[in-house]
């Protein structure tokens, strides 16, 4: 049975789409996996207790310290598996540090659009509606600092996270947000 040199021609592009699919969703599925682990890491350390729970860092004069009461947690790049940055959680904040080997340079996207402005702006937004409502207080509202030399990202400072789904939300997130920015200053 011989085919048309247009039947042909459709078959391949067929062929050709059906790989880039196959390939997406190859993708996507090694991204999930990779979220599951850090997910799995988070419940692993936090012992499946509330953030509440946890003690406050004492000390004030650095963001980053070797508390007892801190758990480090690896973000990892989403494709290879590597580690790319450490999230330090305590009750209070969280503080992202990217890896020595890893240079985050602010303007570099998705890093303002959505990691500042669509997941850290969201929970400034819910609370600051929650303190609208009378819900929480002014000075429990989400603040986010970052440290940089010139343009490089040093870390990343995320006061009053109060709630456990957010922190997960946060790493999860960086995790995505650095990876895209590693593979966008590539090009």
């Known amino acids: 049975m011989g085919y048309s040199e247009d039947q042909i021609r459709d078959i391949l592009e067929l062929k050709e789409w059906l790989t880039d699919e196959v390939e997406k969703r190859r993708s996507e599925i090694e991204k999930l996996k990779n979220n599951l682990a850090i997910l799995d890491s988070v419940l692993k350390q936090s012992s499946f ?55 985050l ?21 819910k609370d600051n509606l929650d303190v609208q409502n009378g819900k929480i207080d002014q000075d429990s ?28 939300e946060i790493i999860n997130t960086a995790a995505w947000s650095f990876s895209r920015m590693i593979e966008n200053s590539k090009k």
Do not use: W
């Not at 990892?76 to 790319?84: A, E, F, L, P």
């Not at 603040?143 to 996270?161: A, F, P, Q, S, V």
């Open 49 to 103: 207790s509330k953030a509440s729970s946890l003690k406050p860092n004492q000390e004030k004069t650095s963001s980053i310290t070797a508390d007892r009461e801190s758990s480090v947690i690896p973000i990892k790049r989403t494709g290879d598996n590597s580690v790319i940055a450490n999230a330090h959680v305590t009750a209070k904040e969280v503080v992202i540090v990217p890896s020595d080997d890893v240079k």
């Open 141 to 168: 509202v989400i603040n986010c600092i970052i440290n940089k030399d010139g343009n490089t990202i040093r870390e990343i400072l995320i006061k009053n996270y109060r709630e456990r789904e957010r922190v997960n």
């Open 105 to 125: 340079d602010i303007e570099t996207q998705p890093f303002k659009s959505f990691f500042l402005g669509r997941i850290i702006g969201g929970m400034e937004s």
